[in-house]
């Protein structure tokens, strides 16, 4: 699986857009980008996920460019609810291969 | 969507004693579930994927006498953890795969935090 490269940590304030950037320079073609959000104490929850260009849900946004080779989580508006770790996934997701996991992103949301 | 439901979420045992923890798919078939292990402030580690009906593949460094897994059925993967020590103590969490392989199939339990005292 490709490896993913997020930064440590970042802070917004309540309203504010969030754009959370990860790296992969060695996606594959077959490779899908997935987001997942995570909780103190409780199991990593699906946000986002995409192949290429653009991809919306009700909750996010994810950017894809066409190289591939890093995709953007924007979360509009953030809320206190919202401070977690976020964590970039790249693989052949329809393969059943493992979820590898990287050091994620630990969002924190001031009031 | 795919519901994982993990159990207990939260146990404190005794050194020495071994602990069951239960992740089932209510409402899918998963014939692949899989077992991490989580430190504080760190992130997700694989310790091993549960096949249903074979044997579990363990990561490299992950005892498989220590840490049981079976998968039984299609709904239903354990995790034994046996002859616990405190260093064991960690929050461990399942994921099962839809059986169909959509592209959204990972789901994750929500966890269970394990105490050794």
């Known amino acids: 699986l490709a490896k993913t490269t997020q930064p440590i940590s970042m802070d917004s304030y309540e309203g504010q857009e969030v754009n959370i950037t990860c790296s992969h320079n060695?996606?594959?073609?077959?490779?899908?980008i997935t987001w997942y959000q995570q909780f103190p104490s409780q199991g990593p929850r699906f946000i986002i996920q995409g192949y290429k260009t653009k991809v919306t849900n009700e909750v996010a946004s994810l950017f894809i460019p066409a190289d591939r080779k890093s995709s953007t989580l924007s979360l509009p508006r953030v809320s206190l609810s919202d401070t977690a770790v976020y964590y970039c996934l790249v693989g052949e997701s329809n393969a059943g291969n493992m979820l590898t996991f990287g050091g994620g992103t630990r969002l924190m949301v001031k009031p | 969507g795919a519901v994982v439901s993990q159990h207990p979420s939260r146990v404190i045992c005794k050194s020495g004693t071994s602990v069951k923890i239960e992740c089932r798919s209510l409402?899918?078939?998963?014939?692949?579930m899989f077992w991490y292990r989580q430190f504080p402030k760190q992130s997700l580690m694989l310790m091993a994927t549960?096949?249903?009906?074979?044997?579990?593949?363990?990561e490299q460094g992950v005892e498989k006498d220590k840490f049981l897994i079976n998968h039984a059925s299609l709904t239903l993967s354990t995790l034994t953890v046996t002859s616990a020590h405190p260093e064991d103590s960690s929050f461990y969490i399942c994921s099962a795969r839809d059986r169909q392989g959509a592209a959204f199939g990972y789901t994750f339990g929500s966890g269970t935090r394990l105490t050794v005292v």
């Open positions: 409402d899918f078939q998963a014939t692949t």
């Open positions: 060695n996606i594959a073609t077959n490779d899908y």
């Open positions: 549960s096949n249903e009906g074979s044997k579990a593949t363990y």
